[in-house]
T-cell receptor, first 112, second 113 residues
Framework: DQQVKQNSPSLSVQEGRISILNCDYTNSMFDYFLWYKKYPAEGPTFLISISSIKDKNEDGRFTVFLNKSAKHLSLHIVPSQPGDSAVYFCAASEDSGYALNFGKGTSLLVTP | DAGVTQSPTHLIKTRGQQVTLRCSPKSGHDTVSWYQQALGQGPQFIFQ???????QRGNFPDRFSGHQFPNYSSELNVNALLLGDSALYLCASSLPTGTYEQYFGPGTRLTVT
């Protein structure tokens, strides 16, 4: 049973515009959320995370928003760059150091 | 600072055979997790090793087993391979507590024919 859902398989955005990637979860025990980025032939690379006690975390061009009541989080990339083109995975965990539960990923294409 | 390394990169096996995949964690990490990523899916947690013991296990059959060595490196073994075991197998390393981030290797692509 998929506890983390990314309902958009793909997203295309123009360079310089905002990219918004969405993620929903069903398990209320999740207390930490992460975004990973994956290029072909490479492993996922950690991008940004957020604890359930916060509603926003920002790191340069990347911002993650968490809405606990809606069990929804989103990743904003501003401005989007062609090098951001990759598959983005949302992940969640119940406890530090333990298993990550991943969504199916969203393939982002940033066009010049 | 060496990241997570995995070997081999690619592997082709026949149904019914057994396979062993290897992983060396990032320097300073002592916890190793294994994930299976099927085509078009996100990584699925198989199990995690800490202090040479299996600490947590996902919903995978007993055909999937593992081991962690004193130097923190790890092996994933899969017996009686099925066609459905064809996937990218990812190893991730982390600290055992206090942090949630896991650092992934490039993966081993297993094809079962």
């Amino acid at each position: 049973d998929q506890q983390v859902k990314q309902n958009s398989p793909s997203l295309s955005v123009q360079e310089g515009r905002i990219s918004i990637l969405n993620c929903d979860y069903t398990n209320s025990m999740f207390d930490y959320f992460l975004w990973y980025k994956k290029y072909p032939a490479e492993g996922p690379t950690f991008l940004i995370s957020i604890s359930s006690i916060k509603d926003k975390n920002e790191d340069g061009r990347f911002t993650v928003f968490l809405n606990k009541s809606a069990k929804h989080l989103s990743l904003h990339i501003v401005p989007s760059q062609p090098g951001d083109s990759a598959v983005y995975f949302c992940a969640a965990s119940e406890d530090s150091g333990y298993a990550l539960n991943f969504g199916k990923g969203t393939s982002l294409l940033v066009t010049p | 600072d060496a990241g997570v390394t995995q070997s081999p990169t690619h592997l082709i096996k026949t149904r019914g055979q057994q396979v062993t995949l290897r992983c060396s964690p990032k320097s300073g990490h002592d916890t190793v997790s294994w994930y299976q990523q099927a085509l078009g899916q996100g990584p699925q947690f198989i199990f995690q090793y800490y202090e040479e013991e299996e600490r947590q296990r996902g919903n995978f059959p007993d055909r999937f087993s593992g081991h962690q060595f004193p130097n923190y490196s790890s092996e994933l073994n899969v017996n009686a391979l099925l066609l459905g075991d064809s996937a990218l197998y990812l190893c991730a390393s982390s600290l055992p507590t206090g942090t949630y981030e896991q650092y992934f290797g490039p993966g081993t692509r297993l094809t079962v024919t």
